[in-house]
């Protein structure tokens, strides 16, 4: 089983900056072979894509709405992946869960085979 948990959180204004750390365990993971995204969910709407890395070369995803503000990374001897956001806008409230998968679609939640329990990030102007 692989596990996901995410942390960094927290209720900020618009402007600020926050980092959300998403740590991954199980003997069965192993950083290299699973690509890692960041997911998030306002209240009443669907989950929508953000960014995306991949595990044998990092290479980077973003959806448009977020590009240049945010930057997903990853560490794998820590197994744990980051997303850094900056200027942070009230529309980016929501729930954000961080997942892994095995497989090549990156910018779909259908995609993913684990998951996070998500960490909240409100954004007040």
């Known amino acids: 089983q692989v596990q996901l948990v995410e942390s960094g959180g927290g209720l900020v204004q618009a402007g600020d900056s926050l980092r959300l750390s998403c740590a991954a365990s199980g003997r069965t993971f192993s950083s290299y072979m699973y690509a890692m995204g960041w997911f998030r969910q306002a209240p009443g709407k669907e989950r929508e894509f953000v960014a995306a890395?991949?595990?044998?070369?990092?290479?980077?995803y973003y959806t448009d709405s977020v590009k240049g503000r945010f930057t997903i990374s990853r560490d794998n001897a820590k197994n744990a992946m980051y997303l850094q956001i900056d200027s942070l806008k009230p529309e980016d409230t929501a729930v954000y869960y961080c997942?892994?998968?095995?497989?090549?679609?990156?910018?779909?939640?259908?995609?993913?085979?684990?998951w996070g329990q998500g960490t909240q990030v409100t954004v007040s102007s």
């Open positions: 997942a892994a998968t095995y497989g090549n679609v990156l910018d779909s939640a259908a995609g993913y085979d684990y």
């Open positions: 890395i991949t595990g044998r070369n990092g290479r980077t």
